[in-house]
Nanobody, 123 residues
Framework: QVQLVESGGGLVQTGGSLRLSCAAS????????MGWFRQAPGKERLFVAA???????YYADSVKGRFTISRDNAKNTVYLQMNSLDAEDTAVYYC?????????????????WGQGTQVTVSS
């Protein structure tokens, strides 16, 4: 059984920063790709960033240059550093474990999901 627990969300002003964490249980964390997705109220869940087992990274165009995904395999944790936040980044952020070793922008390529953490950016 794999569990993913996100933390680090909260309320931040426009232009501010947050770092989200996703702690994973289960074995062989280092061999799986991991991803972050987000869902704003009334909208579909969208890809944000992903990282492969070898730390190759992928980003949605909307967050390139502002967000950074990283992983610490010794801690079974993946991070999402978010800078220059604006109101359009307001959403529930979910981390997910890939079916394989690569990251992906396709939510159907992930089999385990966390419960999500709320990020609210106020102007």
């Amino acid at each position: 059984q794999v569990q993913l627990v996100e933390s680090g969300g909260g309320l931040v002003q426009t232009g501010g920063s947050l770092r989200l964490s996703c702690a994973a249980s289960g074995r062989f964390f280092s061999t799986y790709g991991m991803g972050w997705f987000r869902q704003a109220p009334g909208k579909e869940r969208l890809f944000v960033a992903a990282i492969s087992w070898n730390s190759r990274t992928y980003y949605a165009d909307s967050v390139k240059g502002r967000f950074t995904i990283s992983r610490d395999n010794a801690k079974n944790t993946v991070y999402l550093q978010m800078n220059s936040l604006d109101a359009e980044d307001t959403a529930v952020y979910y981390c997910a474990r890939s079916l394989g070793s690569s990251g992906s922008d396709d939510q159907y390529a992930y089999d385990y999901w966390g419960q999500g953490t709320q990020v609210t950016v106020s102007s």
